[in-house]
C-alpha cells in the first residue's frame, strides 16, 4: 500500500512539474507573440507618420516647381503604393516583410527625388515650411530605422524561444512560426560614388 502512495505522488509531483513547464513555456511563447507584434505596429506606426507627411511636402514643392510635375506624380504614386501594403502581424514571414520593403523602398526613392529638386529651385530651398517638413521627414527616417531595428531584436528574440529545445515542441503544436527581419535594401553594401 505505501508502495502505490509513493507511485502516485510521484506521478502526481511529475505531471505537475510537466504542466508547469508547459504553462511557463506556452506563456512565454504568447509574450514574445505579443512583444514582436507590438514592434511591428511601432514599425507601421513609423512609416504612417513618413506617409502623413508626404502630401504637405508634395503641396510645398508644387507651389514652386510646376514643371516637375512627373516627379510629384511619382511620389504620390509610390505613396499610394506603400499604403495599401498591409502585413497582418500573426503572418510576419520574410515574404510579407520584403513586399512590405520593396514599397516603403519605392517611396524611399521618389522621396529622394523630390527632395533633390530643392537644388534647382533657390526659393523652394529658403522656404520655411518645407525646411520643416524636410526636417520632420528625416527624423522620422531616424524613426523608423530605430524601430526596425527594434523589430528585429524582438523577432529575433522570439525565434529563438520557438526554435530552442525544448521549446520548439510547444511552439510547433500550437503553430507558433519564427518571423521575418528587415534586411537591407539591395544594392545598400555598395557605398555611393561622390564626385566633385
Known amino acids: 500500500m505505501k508502495k502505490g502512495l509513493i507511485t502516485i505522488i510521484i506521478v502526481a509531483l511529475v505531471a505537475l512539474g510537466l ?4 504553462k511557463n513555456t506556452y506563456n512565454s511563447l504568447v509574450s514574445s507573440q505579443e512583444g514582436v507584434e507590438a514592434a511591428w505596429a511601432q514599425v507601421e506606426n513609423v512609416y504612417q507618420r513618413r506617409a502623413d507627411l508626404i502630401p504637405n511636402l508634395v503641396a510645398t514643392v508644387k ?4 514643371h516637375e510635375s512627373s516627379t510629384l506624380q511619382a511620389v504620390v504614386e509610390a505613396r499610394a503604393k506603400a499604403t495599401q ?13 520584403a513586399k512590405f520593403q520593396a ?3 519605392q ?7 523630390l527632395i533633390a529638386i530643392r537644388e534647382a529651385y533657390p526659393d523652394l530651398k529658403a522656404n520655411q515650411n518645407f525646411l520643416e517638413l524636410q526636417a520632420q521627414l528625416e527624423g522620422t527616417e531616424n524613426r523608423i530605422a530605430v524601430e526596425r531595428q527594434k523589430f528585429n531584436d524582438t523577432a529575433k528574440g522570439y525565434n529563438t524561444l520557438v526554435r530552442s529545445f525544448p521549446q520548439n515542441i510547444l511552439a510547433s503544436l500550437f503553430h507558433f512560426d519564427t518571423k521575418g ?9 555598395t557605398a555611393p560614388k561622390v564626385e566633385f
Open 19 to 22: 504542466f508547469g513547464w508547459a
Open 63 to 66: 507651389g514652386y516647381a510646376e
Open 85 to 97: 501594403v498591409s502585413v497582418d502581424p500573426s503572418n510576419l514571414n520574410q515574404e510579407s516583410i
Open 103 to 105: 514599397a516603403q523602398d
Open 107 to 113: 517611396l524611399t526613392q521618389a522621396l529622394g527625388k
Open 181 to 189: 527581419y528587415f534586411k537591407a535594401s539591395e544594392g545598400a553594401e
